[in-house]
């Protein structure tokens, strides 16, 4: 179904769901400063975007930890910019495809394969991960 502007899209959130199969690779890494629990949360929240509030469709081919010193570097952003209680901040890479039409691929070239791709999500103790910035 195309979309046009205007379009109201209903999305449904089955509760309690087993994951879905994803198709994307995700490398953890190494952190002393995070749970692969907090981060499969983070990456939840990365993909609830990506599918659903971006306006352009993409495919996600892999999703990677940055490190513990990128997400503690970005932490002084939000005691700068903030005024919520965010206490942690963690950075996503992301590698994705964008779609081959020229109308569908929005300010991404067409047909391109973007790797690095920045999420940086700050939350605050035992909170949700917040989507606050991405960027390539």
């Given at each position: 179904?195309?979309c046009?502007?205007?379009?109201?899209?209903?999305?449904?959130?089955?509760?309690?769901?087993?994951?879905?199969?994803?198709?994307?690779?995700?490398?953890?890494?190494?952190?002393?400063?995070y749970?692969?629990?907090?981060?499969?949360?983070?990456i939840?929240?990365?993909?609830?975007?990506?599918?659903?509030?971006?306006?352009?469709?993409?495919?996600?081919?892999?999703?990677?930890?940055?490190g513990?010193?990128?997400?503690?570097?970005?932490?002084?952003?939000?005691?700068?910019?903030?005024?919520?209680?965010?206490?942690?901040?963690?950075?996503?890479?992301?590698?994705?495809?964008?779609?081959?039409?020229?109308?569908?691929?929005g300010?991404?070239?067409?047909?391109?394969?973007?790797?690095?791709?920045?999420?940086?999500?700050?939350r605050?103790?035992?909170?949700?991960?917040i989507?606050?910035?991405?960027?390539?």
């Open positions: 179904g195309e046009k502007p205007g379009d109201i899209i209903y999305n449904t959130i089955e509760e309690n769901t087993e994951p879905t199969e994803t198709n994307y690779e995700v490398d953890y890494g190494t952190s002393e400063l749970s692969q629990e907090d981060m499969d949360s983070a939840a929240a990365i993909m609830n975007e990506f599918n659903n509030e971006w306006q352009v469709k993409c495919e996600m081919h892999k999703i990677y930890y940055a513990d010193e990128i997400s503690q570097n970005e932490l002084w952003h939000v005691q700068l910019s903030s005024i919520a209680p965010f206490t942690q901040s963690l950075v996503m890479y992301s590698d994705f495809h964008s779609p081959v039409n020229p109308e569908e691929a300010a991404f070239d067409p047909d391109q394969e973007y790797t690095n791709y920045n999420w940086i999500l700050w605050e103790d035992g909170g949700e991960w989507v606050v910035d991405r960027w390539y």
